[in-house]
């Protein structure tokens, strides 16, 4: 399980951290400035790819904002593989990350997570992070069973 | 420095924090963060940079105390292909410099120094060094450059991060001498420092002023070789070619620990095929072989068996191996590690078969191991191997584990 990326605030439009407030999540890591985005914070939010265009997007629907919406903020591959998500017309999307957060280590991703959109109920987008089960590797660097898919990476 | 000393003097190049460096140079996000490579499956940090090194993080620490002293730093997965690339680069460079070159480990060198242009002064030559090593390979490193090579690495280690430093005055030697501990010598830590100790022994300079005879009785002729060192005499050449092995040895952490002793054998026969690869390239037999196996709980095992004929046979070796795994192991406690040491070792050449091997079986075995070695070259390494490697399943889908820093030949050290 991932539960929080960062992502360098030279990678996020200017527009889009003003119209989020994402300078109340920036933090400074050896100089320079980065947006980081936690399962923990109160709205937790994640940076999306969506037709071309970056957006921030409701990170799954932990507070049960959402009726048919799992209480969750993760889905397994294999969830998706056997049409676990067909109904409710769930696309993926690409989630830009430069590190990825789990249990208090943070991991350097040089690409970006995969990630499933959907609507809920009030038409609102929500974006769930895609994961399957860890490589020995990120089992012993995090002590979890369950690691985020990257893009065109395998840690 | 006088002139008669110039075609002695010996440098020493040593990267900084090399695997850490080697990642910024295809990472430059990573540049001016606290950043740890991790080794041991993820388990422990192998290399740290600076700005980690500053939180209180160590080599070797685990993952999960240098997360405390350091939280906001990055943990890599460490790239051994990618380090050697970079390391044989350095090595084309330093022989480009210098007219000899000892590869003594993947990120430090010893090197014949010399004026890099005419008239140079061998303090300028190691800048113009280090320059040029950080200009055409990216990874920044000190020169140290002294009258014998444990000076010239004392000096390069003093002079660090990114320094280059020429020392060849006795008397600049003797200063810099007596403000490093004695256990900062390369062959001096634990039991032979204690032994020098009650002499009084406790700086490098008290060690080279001490009775020449008092060093050799304390420390035996290896000591002795290093008091010649630190009084400027060279007693260590820079070797340019490896020598021939004493010892070849493999394995490593299991990043995790392991019980069940299906696991441990699998660990052991993944180690022997490793070792048998490692063999065949130096066209050696094993005479003597041990097993050490460590567990989470301090304790250790070790188990060494004489093998009947010198061999690289896999079954010969699984054989040997086994017998000594069960004098190591000790049942229900949680492994974590195991190295296979292979001794008195022989040239590779055709031998009369043993009193028991029977020229069938032999040759049966030979063909064997042929043919695996012919796939292993075309596929990929490991894609046929013992089925009792199978518990680790995970470890050789990870295709970084296909290639460890004892995988990378021709070093004169570890």
């Keep these: 399980m991932c539960l929080g990326i960062s992502l360098a605030r030279t990678e996020l439009p200017l527009e889009l951290i003003a119209r989020h407030g994402l300078d109340r999540c920036a933090h400074a890591r050896g100089g320079e400035k980065e947006i980081q985005f936690l399962f923990r914070d109160r709205d937790p939010r994640l940076p999306v790819w969506q037709d071309g265009q970056l957006q921030i997007m409701r990170w799954g629907n932990s507070h049960g904002q959402s009726r048919l919406l799992p209480r969750t903020g993760w889905t397994w591959q294999e969830t998706i593989d056997s049409g ?3 109904n409710l017309d769930a696309v993926p999307v690409d989630i830009p990350a430069s590190l990825g957060f789990e249990r208090g280590v943070w991991y350097r991703i040089r690409q970006g997570i995969r990630g499933l959109l959907v609507l809920d109920e009030q038409n609102s987008h929500v974006v769930y992070m895609i994961c399957e089960p860890s490589t020995h590797y990120y089992r012993v660097m995090t002590r979890s069973d369950r690691m985020p898919m990257l893009i065109d990476e395998q840690i | 420095m006088g002139n008669s000393r110039r075609d002695t003097a010996i440098g020493h190049l040593d990267a900084d924090c090399f695997y850490v460096s080697a990642e910024r140079v295809r990472d430059p996000f990573l540049c001016g963060k606290p950043v740890g490579v991790l080794g041991n499956q993820g388990a422990c940090v192998i290399a740290k940079s600076y700005e980690m090194k500053a939180a209180g993080v160590k080599t070797g620490m685990p993952i999960w105390e240098a997360m405390k002293l350091c939280p906001g730093g990055i943990y890599i997965k460490r790239d051994f292909r990618w380090y050697e690339v970079l390391s044989r680069r350095m090595l084309e460079v330093m ?21 890099q242009s005419p008239g140079m002064s061998l ?7 280090r320059d040029r090593v950080a200009q055409e390979v990216g990874v920044p490193a000190t020169i140290g450059i002294a009258r014998s090579r444990t000076l010239a ?84 050449p820079i070797r340019a070619n490896r020598p021939l092995h004493k010892a070849i040895s493999r394995g490593g952490s299991f990043g995790e620990t392991a019980v069940d002793p299906a696991v441990l054998y699998a660990w052991l026969v993944r180690n022997i095929e490793r070792l048998i690869e490692e063999l065949h390239y130096h066209e050696t037999l094993v005479g003597r072989l041990s097993v050490w196996v460590g567990y989470n709980d301090g304790r250790s095992g070790i188990g060494q068996t004489t093998l009947a004929v010198p061999t690289d046979r896999f079954d010969q070796l699984v054989e040997a191996a086994r017998s000594c795994l069960r004098t190591a192991w000790i049942p229900r406690a949680a492994a974590q590690r195991m190295h296979l040491i292979a001794e008195n070792l022989h040239k590779r050449e055709p031998r009369p078969l043993g009193l028991f091997e029977s020229a069938t079986e032999h040759n049966r075995a030979e063909a064997v191991a042929k043919v695996k070695r012919q796939v292993n070259d075309r596929i990929g390494r490991f894609a046929l191997r013992s089925a009792a490697t199978l518990p680790l399943k995970s470890i050789y889908k990870d295709t970084s584990n296909g290639y460890d820093i004892c995988d990378i030949r021709g070093k004169t050290c570890f």
């Design chain 2, 95 to 115: 022989r480009t410099c210098s007219p000899r070159v000892e590869y003594y480990s993947i990120d430090e060198f010893f090197f014949q120094a010399v004026p």
């Design chain 2, 153 to 236: 690495k004392l000096i390069s280690d003093s002079a660090k991060p990114f320094g280059a430093l020429a020392v060849l005055d006795p008397e600049a030697e003797a200063s810099l001498l007596a403000e490093r501990p004695v256990s900062e010598i390369t062959g001096i830590s634990g039991q032979r420092e204690k032994r020098l100790l009650p002499w009084g022994i406790r700086t490098c300079l008290d060690l080279a002023r001490a009775d020449r005879r008092l060093v050799r009785s304390l420390l035996t002729s290896s000591g002795e070789t290093l008091w010649w060192e630190l009084n400027g005499e060279p007693a260590q």
């Design chain 2, 123 to 129: 303090q300028d030559s190691a800048l113009a060094i």
């Design chain 1, 84 to 86: 676990g998500w067909k």
